[in-house]
């Protein structure tokens, strides 16, 4: 677990298990989203650093949730990076 600026853990998660723990099919997602079952099961499997924040965020908010980025440094201090919404 990785400490998050007020001190809490936080556990990593990948795209899927998030998915899955929100309860919510990849066909669901696909409605959502507007992204093809395909692309997301592909989004999926790939690495983080693969996909695009804009891909990503559009996942998140469609299971509920909101993109935060945070920098961590190996002097043990982290800041949360601002993802900018688009109107």
Do not use: C, N
Request: aromatic share 6%.
């Amino acid at each position: 677990p990785m400490d998050d600026m007020d001190g809490t853990q936080e556990k990593t998660y990948s795209l899927r298990d998030l998915r899955k723990l929100s309860g919510v099919t990849a066909q669901e997602l696909a409605d959502d989203t507007a992204i093809s079952v395909g692309a997301i099961r592909m989004t999926e499997w790939r690495r983080f650093e693969s996909h695009g924040v804009h891909t990503v965020r559009r996942y998140v908010e469609a299971l509920g949730g909101e993109l935060r980025l945070l920098a961590v440094f190996d002097d043990g201090s982290s800041y949360r990076i601002e993802v900018d919404r688009q109107g």
